[in-house]
C-alpha cells in the first residue's frame, strides 16, 4: 500500500499542478466556456464556424455545406476538427442539445489538453530515470513553454500540446515491449490526430517515423527484431495511408492545386529557437538591438533560456570534442541515453525539415518530392525539437546534478541553478500564458445568440431563412484555391459567418484552404460584372432569392453595382441586408452598357483612338498587336514571356501624370495554364525618383482579380504618382523558379471616374473601360 501510495503521488501532484496553472490562468474559460471565442476573425472564427456548422447544420458526416455554395467542402479541407466534430454529430441524435453548445465544448476540450500534457511528459522523464521531484518539476516547466499554446488564438486544432509528447511516450513503450496492444495504441494515437487536424498528425507522425527510423539503423539486434520493427512502422504508417485513402475516395471535389504557396515562405531559423518572443527578455533584446530581430510566427518553437544557454554550450562544444578528451567524456556521459539520443537525432532531421532544409539551398528538389510542397509552414515542424530538447535539457540538469552528490559546495552551486532555470522558465511561462489567456477571453460567443449585438438580433428575427438559399457576403472575400481569390475584410467574414450559423443559410464565398480551382473561379465571378458568361448560374440548386449582407462602406466598385440591384430588407449602422433573385444577380448587362453608350455618343471626345467621356481621360494603351502572340485577349497581338523574374509591360516617360491625380490600371491576364496568375506573382506600378535614387512601388495581385472571363482575369488597381518627372514602369514579377508562361493583354491607364470607349472593326464587340462587352446582332 505505502508502496502504491509513493509511485502515485508523483503523479497526483503533475496533475495537481497542472490543474492548477490551468484553472489560474484559464479559470474563466472553464467556468463559463460558452461565453467566449478566442478568435472572432481569420482563421480563429473560420475554425469555430466549421465545426459548429459541421455538428449542426450538416446532414452528411464527409460533407461540409457551410461554405463554397453551392459546391460546399469535404469535412476534412475545413479545420473542423473532424474526429470531434463527428462524434458530437452522432451524440445529438441521442441529446439534440449538444448541437446547440459546440463552441463550449470546443473550448473546454482546448484547455483541459493543457493540463494532461505535462502528465505525459512526466511518463517520459520517469522512462528517463530522472528522480519523481525532478520529473515533476521538470514537467511543468516544459509544458508552460509549448509553442502550441499561441494556436489557441487562431489555429484551434494545431493548439493540443499533448500531441507530441503523447506520440513520443506511446512510441517509447511500443519499442520497449513490442506487444500488439501498445502498437494497435500507436496506431489509434496516430489515427485521432490525423483526424484532429492532418498538420497535426504529420508532424507527431513524420517525428515518430525518422525516430524509428534512427533506432533500427542504431539497433545491433535489428534483423532479430525485424518484425517488431516492422509492426511498430505499420503502426505509424497505416495512419497516413489510410487519412489519406479515405479523403481520396470520399472526396468528390476535382481539381484542387497541387502546387500550392508557402513552402518557402515559412520556415523555421535558428532564433525561432533560440531567442525569447515575449517577456521577460524580449523588450531588453529589442533595445539592444533596436528591434530588428524578426521572427516567423508560423515557426516558433522557443526552447526557453536556460535551454537555448545549453544548446549553444553544446554546439560551442562539440568541435572541441574532437581534439579535446574530456570534452568528449563530458557529452558522453550527458548523453548517455540512447533513446534519449535517438530523439534527438529524429528531432534533428525534422527541424532541418522546419527549416526547409535542402530545399531552400536547391529548390528543384520540391519538383522532384512534390509531397513536401503540400506543406505550406513547414516552421511548424519545429515543435518536436521543442518537447525533445527541452526533456534533454532536463535530462541533462540530472545528470549535472547527479555528478555532483558527495560534493556539498558543487551540489549546492548546481542545485542553485537548476532552481535559477527553473524559476525563470516559469515566469517565461507565466508571461506566455498571460497574454494568450488575456487574448482569448476578450471576445464574446458570437455563436450564442444570447450574446449577440441587439443590431444582429434585429436582423436576425427579421429573416425568414426558409424563404433564401445563401448568403453572399460584401465585401467579397474568398480564400481557398489559392489561385482565385478575394481578399478577406475581417468585418465581413465575421458577420457572415456568425449570421450564416444562426440561419443556417450556407455562404457563397470561403474562408477555407485547397478547395477546387474550377469552383473557386465560378464563385469569384460573383463579382464579375455581368458582361461575360457565368457558369455558375447554372449550378444554383434552387430558384429561391438569395440573401446580400454588406458590411462597411469599403465595397469595390463591383461590389457596389451587385449590391444596388439588391432589395433593401434591413439596415443598422454600417450593416445591409439586402434580397436578390438569381434572375436579377445573373442578369445580362450588356443591354445597358450599350444603350448609355449610344445615348452618350454625341458628348463623347475623340482621345487617342477611344471615344471617352472626359479630354484627356486616357493616359496609355498598349494592345501589344506589335508582338505575336496564338494567346491574346483581342486581336493576335499579347504580350508573352515567362512568368519569372521581372518583366516590363511599359515604360512611361517623365510628363506622363500628374501630381494628385489617381489613375486607374487594368491590364487581361491569362489564367488558362496552371499557377498562371498565384504564388505570389505581381503587377507593378514602379515610379523612380533619378534625383534621390528611390523607387516607389504600388502592388497588385492578379490572381485576386474580380473579373474572370474564361481564360482571362482583368487586374485592375489604382494609383498615384509622386512626382510628375519621375519615369513610371508597368511590370510583373514571378517567383524565381515560377515555370508557367506569362501572357497579358490590353494594357490601358485611364483617369479615375472616366469611361473609355471603342467598337472593333467588326461590330461585335464594344471596348468598355477595357471590358469587352457583346453587342447586339445586326
Known amino acids: 500500500m505505502n508502496y502504491r501510495i509513493k509511485h502515485l503521488l508523483p503523479v497526483f501532484t503533475v496533475v495537481a499542478i497542472a490543474l492548477i496553472m490551468v484553472l489560474f490562468f484559464y479559470g474563466k474559460v472553464l467556468t463559463s466556456p460558452y461565453s467566449y471565442l478566442f478568435s472572432t476573425t481569420g482563421d480563429g472564427i473560420k475554425n469555430y464556424y466549421t465545426f ?10 464527409n460533407h461540409f455545406s457551410g461554405m463554397n455554395y453551392p459546391y460546399g467542402e469535404h469535412y476534412l479541407y ?11 454529430r452522432a451524440l445529438a441524435t441521442i441529446w439534440p442539445q449538444v448541437a446547440s453548445h459546440p463552441v463550449g465544448m470546443l473550448n473546454l476540450l482546448m484547455i483541459l489538453s493543457i493540463a494532461f500534457t505535462p502528465l505525459v511528459l512526466f511518463k517520459i522523464l520517469i522512462h528517463l530515470k530522472l528522480p519523481d521531484w525532478m520529473a515533476v518539476v521538470f514537467s511543468i516547466t516544459i509544458a508552460a513553454l509549448s509553442p502550441q499554446v499561441f494556436r489557441l488564438t487562431g489555429h484551434l486544432a494545431l493548439s493540443y500540446s499533448i500531441a507530441i509528447p503523447l506520440t513520443w511516450l506511446l512510441l517509447i513503450r511500443t519499442c520497449k515491449n513490442h506487444h500488439w496492444i501498445s502498437s494497435i495504441l500507436l496506431f489509434a494515437n496516430g489515427m485521432f490526430w490525423m483526424l484532429i487536424h492532418a498538420y497535426l498528425g504529420m508532424i507527431a507522425l513524420l517525428f515518430a517515423i525518422v525516430w524509428l527510423i534512427t533506432a533500427f539503423l542504431a539497433d545491433n539486434n535489428r534483423r532479430r527484431l525485424l518484425l517488431s520493427y516492422t509492426t511498430t512502422a505499420l503502426s505509424l504508417l497505416l495512419p497516413i495511408v489510410l487519412f489519406f485513402l479515405y479523403a481520396r475516395l470520399t472526396d468528390n471535389h476535382t481539381g484542387r492545386t497541387d502546387n500550392p504557396s508557402g513552402f518557402f515562405l515559412y520556415n523555421a531559423e535558428p532564433d525561432d529557437l533560440l531567442v525569447p518572443p515575449g517577456k521577460p527578455l524580449r523588450p531588453l533584446l529589442d533595445s539592444l538591438t533596436g528591434g530588428v530581430i524578426r521572427q516567423q510566427w508560423e515557426a516558433l518553437g522557443y526552447i526557453g533560456f536556460g535551454n537555448a544557454m545549453l544548446l549553444v554550450a553544446i554546439t560551442l562544444m562539440t568541435p572541441a ?7 568528449r567524456r563530458t557529452l558522453q556521459n550527458l548523453f548517455d541515453n540512447r533513446q534519449l539520443n535517438i530523439s534527438l537525432v529524429a528531432a534533428s532531421v525534422v527541424l532541418l525539415f522546419a527549416m526547409g532544409i535542402p530545399f531552400k539551398q536547391f529548390p528543384q528538389l520540391a519538383d522532384f518530392f512534390p509531397v513536401v510542397k503540400q506543406f505550406r509552414a513547414t516552421g511548424r515542424f519545429v515543435w518536436p525539437f521543442y518537447f525533445v530538447f527541452a526533456t534533454a535539457g532536463s535530462f541533462i540538469l540530472w ?3 547527479h555528478g555532483s552528490q558527495g560534493r556539498h559546495t558543487r551540489t549546492a552551486l548546481v542545485t542553485t541553478l537548476i532552481a535559477a532555470i527553473v524559476v525563470f522558465h516559469l515566469i517565461e511561462g507565466y508571461h506566455y500564458h498571460r497574454g494568450v489567456a488575456a487574448s482569448i477571453t476578450t471576445e464574446a460567443n458570437l455563436f450564442d445568440t444570447k450574446q449577440l449585438p441587439d443590431e444582429m438580433k434585429q436582423a436576425l428575427n427579421l429573416i425568414e431563412p426558409e424563404g433564401y438559399q445563401a448568403i453572399i457576403p460584401l465585401p467579397y472575400f474568398y480564400q481557398g484555391s489559392e489561385v482565385f481569390a478575394r481578399p478577406r475584410v475581417d468585418a465581413s467574414v465575421t458577420n457572415s459567418l456568425v449570421a450564416s450559423w444562426h440561419l443556417g443559410l450556407p455562404l457563397m464565398s470561403a474562408n477555407l484552404t485547397r478547395t477546387s480551382i474550377e469552383e473557386s473561379k465560378r464563385l469569384v465571378q460573383l463579382v464579375t460584372p455581368n458582361y461575360y458568361p457565368k457558369p455558375i448560374s447554372h449550378d444554383l440548386p434552387s430558384t429561391k432569392p438569395l440573401l446580400l449582407l454588406v458590411t ?4 469595390t466598385p463591383y461590389e457596389a453595382s451587385l449590391a444596388a440591384k439588391g432589395e433593401k430588407l434591413f439596415k443598422s449602422g454600417d450593416t445591409e441586408w439586402l434580397s436578390i433573385t438569381p434572375q436579377a444577380l445573373f442578369a445580362d448587362e450588356s443591354p445597358s452598357v ?12 475623340a482621345d487617342k483612338g477611344f471615344l471617352t467621356s472626359e479630354p484627356g481621360a486616357v493616359i496609355w494603351y498598349d494592345d501589344f498587336e506589335h508582338q505575336t502572340n496564338d494567346t491574346a485577349f483581342r486581336g493576335k497581338g499579347s504580350y508573352g514571356a515567362m512568368k519569372r523574374g521581372k518583366h516590363t509591360l511599359v515604360s512611361l516617360p517623365p510628363g506622363t501624370f500628374k501630381a494628385g491625380e489617381v489613375y486607374k490600371l487594368s491590364v487581361w491576364m491569362y489564367n488558362g495554364e496552371p499557377d498562371a496568375l498565384n504564388l505570389w506573382l505581381r503587377l507593378v506600378v514602379e515610379e523612380y525618383d533619378a534625383r534621390a535614387n528611390t523607387w516607389h512601388t504600388t502592388t497588385f495581385f492578379p490572381e485576386q482579380a474580380e473579373t474572370l472571363a474564361g481564360d482571362w482575369s482583368l487586374a485592375e488597381g ?22 508557367p508562361r506569362l501572357h497579358a493583354d490590353d494594357l490601358l491607364i485611364q483617369r479615375v471616374n472616366t469611361d473609355v470607349y471603342r467598337t472593333d472593326s467588326s461590330n461585335h464587340f464594344l471596348f468598355f473601360n477595357n471590358h469587352k462587352v457583346k453587342m447586339q446582332d445586326r
Open 321 to 327: 570534442a574532437l581534439i579535446n578528451r574530456k570534452v
Open 78 to 88: 475545413t479545420d473542423c476538427h473532424p474526429l470531434v466534430a463527428n462524434a458530437l
Open 399 to 401: 545528470k549535472i546534478w
Open 552 to 555: 462597411g462602406t469599403g465595397l
Open 52 to 61: 459548429a456548422w459541421h455538428i449542426h447544420h450538416d446532414t452528411s458526416f
Open 594 to 605: 450599350i444603350s448609355k453608350f449610344t445615348n452618350r455618343l454625341n458628348r463623347l471626345v
Open 718 to 739: 489604382t494609383f498615384k504618382i509622386q512626382n510628375p518627372v519621375n519615369q513610371v514602369y508597368i511590370a510583373t514579377i514571378g517567383h524565381a523558379d515560377a515555370k
